[in-house]
């Protein structure tokens, strides 16, 4: 059974960084293409990045782009979600999610198979 685990999230003030890890353990990191989610309150969950098995190919929602970066040391069996210049609509609950099938970036959450527990990032203004 694959488990995964987020830490790294916390309050910041609008402008400043953060930087979520997903530590993965149960699979050989390697063989999982993993995809960041938020979700923030009263809103859907909403994809956010994705990161092929190998770390190669990365994918993000417009939102993001040229803020939030995802990559991957599979030697620590660990991802990363490197977080800059947030703003309070990123506010929310960070979820890191595992599949083992093809790499599918814009798959959407109902194609993963296996969730974190979620860090809560909150932005103030």
């Known amino acids: 059974q694959v488990q995964l685990v987020e830490s790294g999230g916390g309050l910041v003030q609008a402008g400043g960084s953060l930087r979520l890890s997903c530590a993965t353990s149960?699979?050989?990191?390697?063989?999982?293409?993993m995809g960041w989610f938020r979700q923030a309150p009263g809103k859907e969950r909403e994809f956010v990045a994705a990161i092929s098995s190998s770390g190669l190919s990365t994918y993000y929602v417009d939102s993001v782009k040229g803020r939030f970066t995802t990559s991957r040391d599979n030697a620590k069996n660990t991802v990363y979600l490197q977080m800059n210049s947030l703003k309070p609509e990123d506010t929310a609950i960070y979820y890191c999610a595992a599949r083992g099938s093809s790499w599918s970036p814009s798959a959407p959450a109902s194609g993963y198979d296996y969730w974190g527990q979620g860090t809560q990032v909150t932005v103030s203004s």
């Open positions: 149960g699979r050989t990191s390697s063989s999982l293409h």
